[in-house]
């Protein structure tokens, strides 16, 4: 492409970068809060067999309602005015919701740290985006968001339930009075909702502006791309509008009906995961040189309290174990974020920080 080409781009594009996703080739992989189990060889068979019925040749189903009603009958809600709406990851619904929002002077708001997703698309899409920081436990600072809220009157609130990095959940009061407060949309996004001992669902049909987001991601597809979005009938039908068509593919749409189908075998999976967390959780206090934060979610915040969070970074990685630095986000000076693998990643993410922190 020639400079005459780039000009023809929307100038905010050259300050802007890529998302950057690490390669994790050989090395032990907990920073992105994947599941670390795989389907038994039978499973994955069964699979096999259910999408060798799929027709490649034909577009997919461009409204599956037969996996709609998988989803609510084991997700919820199953309460008749809501309804929901279908994303390739919940990446993509950010971004719809985001659009289905962005005209002159509309404002996005969440706080910060946060799910970096919601900043970056508003970003993307030259919508405003305020962050309210949390206090120094990571709760919401209700004052500051109710002042945010009558500052900004935005469109579209964000609120990660549990947080990501942070891996608790917040107060349901102050959400359900951010929920009263807003004229604007307002999205509860579970993504950690397997892992955690709360959720909004029963709450959705109370708050005619709650969205309830999810995903499959974190449950142990994160390879399929699917998330999905909760909110009253209308509501649904006025976003879907903006929804490209055939957006879910037809071997999405039939593998999350077969995986669905197979739904203990995921439950199961997030029950041994809290189990390791916790025993990941005790592991990593031992170590002594570090706080760990109560966690809700498939992984642990740590703060390191001798050692350089980017040193000890390096560290681990020079032993193969990635892990996610985040101690550039505000409110984290020096701290981690590991992902809760099996048993035997677990045990060498602990062997190889107990290494870097002794060094
Ligand atoms: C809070 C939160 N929401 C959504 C997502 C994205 O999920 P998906 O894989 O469905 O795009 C993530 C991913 O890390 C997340 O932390």
């Known amino acids: ?16 970068s890529a998302y950057q996703v690490p390669d994790a080739s050989g090395l032990v992989k907990l920073d992105a809060m994947e599941n670390p189990y795989q389907w038994s060889a039978e499973i994955n068979a069964l699979w096999l067999q259910y999408l060798s019925h799929a027709t490649l040749n034909r577009y997919p189903d461009p409204d599956p309602e037969g996996l709609k009603h998988q989803l609510q009958a084991c997700f919820g809600p ?23 929002i962005a005209k002159p002077g509309a404002a996005v708001l969440t706080v ?18 305020h962050c309210v920081p949390l206090d120094d436990q990571f709760e ?12 900004h009157d935005p469109a579209l609130i964000f609120l990660a339930y549990p947080n990501n990095p942070t891996a608790n959940l917040w107060s349901r009061k102050d959400l359900e009075q951010i929920l009263t407060a807003s004229q604007g949309l307002v999205v509860i996004d579970e993504a950690y909702g397997p892992f955690a001992s ?54 999405t749409q039939m593998t999350m009906q077969f995986a669905l189908q197979n739904y203990p075998v995921f439950a199961q999976q997030a029950e041994k995961i809290c189990q390791s967390r916790e025993l990941l959780a005790r592991g990593l206090s031992a170590l002594a040189t570090l706080t760990v934060f109560p966690s809700q979610a498939n992984f642990l915040l740590i703060r390191l309290q001798s050692h350089s969070a980017e040193h000890v970074y390096t560290q681990l990685l020079a032993q193969k174990v990635l892990i996610k630095n985040v101690s550039k986000q505000t409110g984290l000076a020096n701290c981690l974020r590991v992902t809760v693998g099996t048993d035997e990643e677990n045990q060498a993410l602990l062997k190889a920080l107990e290494h870097a922190l002794s060094s």
């Open 1 to 16: 492409m020639s400079k005459n080409h780039f000009s023809r781009l929307r100038p905010e594009l050259a300050a802007m």
């Open 78 to 100: 199953q309460h008749e005015d809501i309804a929901l709406l279908l994303g390739n990851g919940s990446d993509e619904l950010i971004q719809l919701l985001v659009l289905a």
């Open 112 to 129: 910060t740290p946060s799910f970096s997703m919601y900043q970056l698309v508003a970003e993307m899409l030259g919508v405003d985006c």
């Open 140 to 151: 919401l600072d209700q004052a500051a968001m109710l002042a945010a809220i009558e500052e």
């Open 198 to 251: 709360a959720s909004m669902v029963n709450q959705i049909h109370e708050y005619p502006n709650m969205l309830l987001l999810r995903t499959a991601s974190k449950l142990g597809l994160a390879g399929l791309r699917f998330g999905w979005l909760a909110a009253a009938h209308e509501l649904i039908a006025e976003l879907n509008k903006i929804r490209l068509p055939y957006n879910i593919n037809c071997l």
